[in-house]
């Protein structure tokens, strides 16, 4: 249930800080907190089981070694791990097609397989992959976090380093852009 994620996003802070600290229960109580996060946004990137296990066990490693570099004022626990998963990613697409520019490599691990597609069939389906697939690709990536993650706003923002607005007027057009030309002659009478 996402109605308490301040809360819980805000225990998670502190249980980041006091495992920075070197309190080992606090670590295997975030640890426990986050792991379904994490293992659903790699499971979303990553095709074999394996695979994904081994990211997501590396992300853990990473976060252990980078517990004193999280700063509480530029983000919340969630995004500063999620951000250690994206960039380890990331690194492993990098290795594998040698030379690929990082916004190419990033854009490799936007799943367009959802439950929302598997639900609808025909042209239905065609024609929504075609306008999510015609997005640039960090727009997709941003909207797949958005929808797909079910990450807030802000805490999309704190992953990518953008401002909560930069996120919203972003994830606004995309939404716009994916409408059916018909849809969005529809929604601009209903402004008027």
């Given amino acids: 249930m996402r109605l308490f994620w301040p809360i819980r996003a805000r225990r998670q802070d502190r249980l980041l800080v006091r495992a920075g600290r070197g309190e080992r229960e606090a670590f295997r109580a975030l640890y ?28 853990f490693e990473r976060l252990l070694l980078r517990l004193e570099s999280f700063d509480q004022r530029r ?61 640039a690709p960090e727009v997709r990536e941003l909207f797949l976090l958005r929808y797909e993650d079910e990450l807030s706003c802000a805490e999309i923002g704190q992953l990518l380093g953008l401002s909560t607005a930069a996120v919203r007027q972003r994830l606004s057009r995309a939404v716009r852009s994916l409408r059916e030309p018909g849809d969005r002659e529809e929604g601009a ?3 008027e």
């Fill in 32 to 59: 426990r907190e986050l792991y379904d996060p994490v293992a659903r946004f790699v499971g979303k990137r990553v095709r074999q089981r394996e695979d994904a296990e081994d990211v997501i066990s590396r992300t």
């Fill in 75 to 135: 983000g919340g626990a969630l995004p500063f791990v999620l951000a250690i998963a994206r960039n380890l990613l990331v690194d492993d697409l990098r290795a594998q097609r040698p030379g690929v520019p990082l916004e190419e490599a990033a854009a490799l691990l936007v799943e367009t397989r959802t439950p929302l597609a598997e639900l609808l069939r025909g042209e239905e389906v065609q024609a929504a992959k075609a306008r999510l697939d015609a997005l």
């Fill in 189 to 191: 009478m209903a402004h």
